[in-house]
């Protein structure tokens, strides 16, 4: 069965830093581009970050430039987002997602994580 | 940035009723589009992409049309399991900044 599976959220202090890491199963993790995407609470969604299979390649949503940086392991099949300088407004539900189509990085997501909630509050 | 609007915000429908929600993009995405529906407490699951292409496992009822900056998802006869949030999804932009739009819930009238 393909899975993800979302770690690491939690309560941290405006400034904080806080990892998640997304632990995937089922398929061929380093074939696949992959994404988080974050919903705050009661709100939509947004797309925060990218990254190709290989890893060589990153993304990045303007609210979260320069403080945010996504990574992979694809030899643990886990893929990363540390967060750095943290906001009130990144309070939200994060997930992990999976591109469709296997090395392109754009396209809709077929695979979802459960989702890691991170609270940024003092 | 393409911002994505979606129509309308809520929409009621009795079960067994067709269902039409639409997305509008501020710009083309041709056909890089892409419908979830998200229910209280899941996370989002693909139902469309490439703004007409159902994903695995998703039943007929549910189809997407459209190109450029007007798509459409259709449920034909809804389901007591249709009812939740829907969202479209542009993934046209290189470098990736993918958007979504703001959602439409559709309720049971």
Known sequence: EVQLLE?????????????????????????????????APGKGLEWVSAISGSG?????????KGRFTISRDN???????????????????YYCAKRIQGVIITGAFDIWGQGTMVTVSS | EIVMTQSPATLSVSPGER?????????????????????????????IYGASTRATGIPARFSGSGSGTEFTLTIS??????FAVYYCQQYNNWPPKDTFGQGTKLEIK
Do not use: I
């Open chain 1, 7 to 39: 770690s690491g959220g939690g309560l941290v202090q405006p400034g904080g830093s806080l990892r998640l890491s997304c632990a995937a199963s089922g398929f061929t993790f380093s074939s696949y581009a992959m994404s988080w995407v974050r919903q």
């Open chain 1, 56 to 64: 060589g390649s990153t993304y990045y949503a303007d609210s979260v």
């Open chain 1, 75 to 93: 030899s643990k099949n886990t893929l990363y987002l540390q967060m750095n300088s943290l906001r009130a407004e990144d309070t939200a539900v």
């Open chain 2, 19 to 47: 269902a039409t929600l639409s997305c509008r993009a501020s710009q083309s995405v041709s056909s890089n589009l892409a419908w979830y529906q998200q229910k209280p407490g899941q996370a989002p699951r693909l139902l």
């Open chain 2, 77 to 82: 006869s809804l389901q007591s399991e249709d």
